[in-house]
């Protein structure tokens, strides 16, 4: 079964979506018990860093998904929470992928809003795909680049387009909305 994280952030129907239309059942919660016994983990987000770190720690989940043992993608504001720290609000994030997240500077040229393609390094998320494929983004805040990233992109000045540590995998992009492109990366997640 593959577990999306249900903490109050948006965009969780587009993956299931995704999931569905690739013929993957998928299930929607925040139960413990349930995230540790799926085979795959799905932690997506669209929303405000520090106000979902706030979502985590009331269910306790911030405890239990660095603790995951199993294949998790984090998806875009997924992807920062599993970063050291936000300048989102201040916080301090999960801590899997030690960067932090700080915000696009000018802001006027944000949010980095559309299709960009991305240098990609080998990862098994990325089989199949090419550097010149294009994947959709839409965020104002982006990940440094550092021994984690595993394809970056640039708007305004180069960043953490991927990360991966372990079983941890992070994009900073849509793949649910990312037509042919994003539906390749999210099989390769599931054939992992």
Known sequence: MIAIIDYGAGNIRSVQNALARLGSESKLTNDPIELQEADKVIFPGVGEASFAMNQLREQQLDVLI????????????????????????????????????????????????????CELTASPIFNRIKSSDDFYFVHSFYAEICSATSATCDYILPFSAALQKDNFYGVQFHPEKSAATGSKLIQNFLEL
């Open 66 to 117: 660095p603790t995951l043992e199993k294949p998790v993608l984090g998806i875009c504001l997924g992807m920062q929470l599993l970063c050291s720290y936000s300048e989102e609000g201040s916080t301090k994030t999960l801590g899997v992928f030690d960067t932090p997240v700080k915000e696009f500077k000018p802001i006027l040229n944000v949010p980095h809003m559309g299709w960009n393609s």
